[in-house]
């Protein structure tokens, strides 16, 4: 089965901080990697999509890497605000369009 | 990226009943997705809908449960038929773009009684 890992479940960080989500899965055949951003009760917003031959991508403060060798991928949030407070949701797609979800990291930034 | 609108946004149903859920894309797609998310679990796929052909649905999915309609290349609706407790879900409906790239709607949270 292709299973999917986010750690830590929960964070809860100072404002200001920088921090890591943390995404691995147990099939390194993947297609691409997507994070998503989830408010409470709302749909889910792209964050940043990685390739299979792509190492990273940026988005602003956000940062994700792809280690398909290790089956891995971090989330970097630079300088975190009380704004970034949401399930960080890590999907990864093998052949086909579905997509496999970890459960997300519940994150609070405090001010 | 691709603008989709679900409707009902929330809605708390009596069991034994059953609802409907619309999906509206902004642009013409071929395939649009619908997922459900438990509480405290992950996101799973319940099937993938084609214009001008029946559903495909994943393991553990079947027609007479979720039947799903796809009229146009904008639109699709997901029914979730003779509800009970355990179909308390958030409902999403999902496009892919040429990039793979997924987008979703706002979903539907569905509170079985």
């Known amino acids: 089965k292709q299973e999917v890992t986010q750690i830590p479940a929960a964070l809860s960080v100072p404002e200001g901080e920088n921090l890591v989500l943390n995404c691995s899965f147990t099939d390194s055949a993947i297609y691409n990697l997507q994070w998503f951003r989830q408010d409470p009760g709302k749909g889910l917003t792209s964050l940043l999509l990685?390739?299979?031959?792509?190492r990273e991508q940026t988005s602003g403060r956000l940062n994700a890497s792809l280690d398909k060798s290790s089956g891995r991928s971090t989330l970097y949030i630079a300088a975190s605000q009380p704004g970034d407070s949401a399930t960080y949701l890590c999907a990864v797609r093998y052949s086909g369009y579905a997509l496999n979800f970890g459960k997300g990291t519940s994150l609070l930034v405090t001010p | 990226s691709a603008v989709i609108s679900q409707k009902p946004s929330r809605d708390i149903c009596q069991r034994g009943t059953s609802l409907t859920i619309q999906c509206q894309v902004d642009?013409?797609?071929?395939?649009m997705f619908w997922y459900r998310q438990q509480p405290g679990q992950s996101l799973t796929l319940i099937a993938t809908a084609n214009q001008g052909s029946e559903a495909t649905y994943e393991s553990g999915f079947v027609i007479d449960k979720f039947p799903i309609s796809r009229p146009n290349l904008t639109f699709s609706t997901l029914t979730v038929s003779n509800m009970s407790p355990e179909d308390s879900s958030i409902y999403l409906c999902?496009?892919?773009?040429?990039?793979?790239?997924?987008?979703f709607g706002q979903g539907t949270r569905l509170t079985v009684v």
């Open positions: 999902s496009v892919v773009n040429s990039n793979t790239e997924a987008f």
């Open positions: 642009s013409q797609v071929t395939m």
């Open positions: 990685i390739q299979s031959s792509q």
